[in-house]
């Protein structure tokens, strides 16, 4: 199907005008439609291209800068998927599915949160190893308590727009996963609370209710999520131009970029100069406009 290219954000007829502009000097043409229109609040606007020759990288590079410049998305999709296909969407969980790094809330419960989550931070930016720095900040919270993970899941705030987002998707038959580098713990938490068909996450080591600072099985980086998200869409037998990724971090970059839709939710600048799809103004509702659905039908949802 045809590429498009997504504003979300403040934006007024004005600018979709100006941004009509903007593309005939870059030799594209295409049909607007607003999706979303809501005067002094987040708007959505899709234009479907024709078909013309450009260079992806370039127009995605220009977009990024445009999106910088005025904080709304421009969004470019090389294709466009059919949200009533079904298809395999796989989602990171921290700062994506949930508002929170579970493994900085596990250090503020150790009296060491500021410590770890400098780390995480970096890790999330690509600054330093994730498996590396996974290893350390877990040998921190040796002798932790298990107790305190459900009340640590209990102020975790989930991300805006889950609900509606997992109410659409598994309504047109999506077969959903977390694939996370967090904990399993949490992870199956969300997935039961939203329907999700299957969780992928670290497994904690713990011994007479105390974390002992070190983890079971494989841990789940950026290869594995790779690797995890090939895997499920051979066992479904679904097409990868049905495939949609979502995620913050470095670590999710691979699947970004494999799925035919990489999503890059409030995600680090390195991230969002490297993942095919960023998105800064929604929350996870924002995916079904990049889908193509407009406002009414979410709302019937």
């Not at 949200?83 to 994506?96: C, L, W």
């Not at 969002?272 to 709302?299: F, V």
């Amino acid at each position: 199907m045809s590429a498009s290219i997504t504003l979300i954000g403040a934006l007024s007829p004005e600018y979709l005008d100006q941004f009509i502009t903007w593309m005939h000097k870059h030799r594209l043409s295409g049909k607007n439609q607003w999706l979303s229109h809501n005067a002094n609040q987040v708007s959505v606007a899709q234009i479907t291209l024709n078909d013309v020759a450009c260079d992806e990288a370039v127009i995605r590079t220009e977009l990024l800068v445009l999106s910088n410049d005025t904080g709304i998305d421009h969004i470019y999709q090389s294709t466009q998927l059919d949200i009533k296909t079904p298809g395999v969407a796989v989602f990171d969980m921290d700062s994506t599915l949930i508002k929170a790094e579970v493994m900085d809330e596990l250090a503020v419960e150790a009296g060491i949160g500021e410590q770890v989550a400098a780390v995480t931070a970096s890790a999330m930016r690509g600054e330093i190893d994730f498996v590396e720095s996974f290893q350390q900040r877990l040998a921190l919270l040796n002798g932790l308590s298990s107790d305190v993970m459900e009340g640590v899941y209990q102020r975790i705030q989930p991300m805006e727009g889950i609900a509606t987002l997992m109410s659409v998707l598994h309504h047109y038959g999506w077969h959903t996963a977390i694939l996370s580098g967090g904990f399993t713990y949490f992870a199956d938490k969300v997935q039961a609370a939203y329907g999700m068909t299957e969780v992928h996450a670290n497994v904690l080591e713990i011994k007479n209710n105390v974390l002992t600072g070190k983890y079971l099985g494989d841990i789940v980086d950026g290869e594995r999520k790779k690797w995890l998200l090939t895997r499920i869409v051979e066992q479904q037998h679904v097409a990868w131009s049905q495939t949609i990724a979502c995620g913050d971090g470095a670590n999710d970059l691979l699947m970004l970029n494999h799925a035919a839709l990489g999503v890059a939710l409030h995600a680090k600048p390195l991230v969002r100069e490297r993942a095919p799809c960023p998105m800064n103004n929604l929350g996870l509702e924002g995916i079904l406009y990049l889908l193509g659905m407009s406002s009414t039908d979410i709302a019937a949802f």
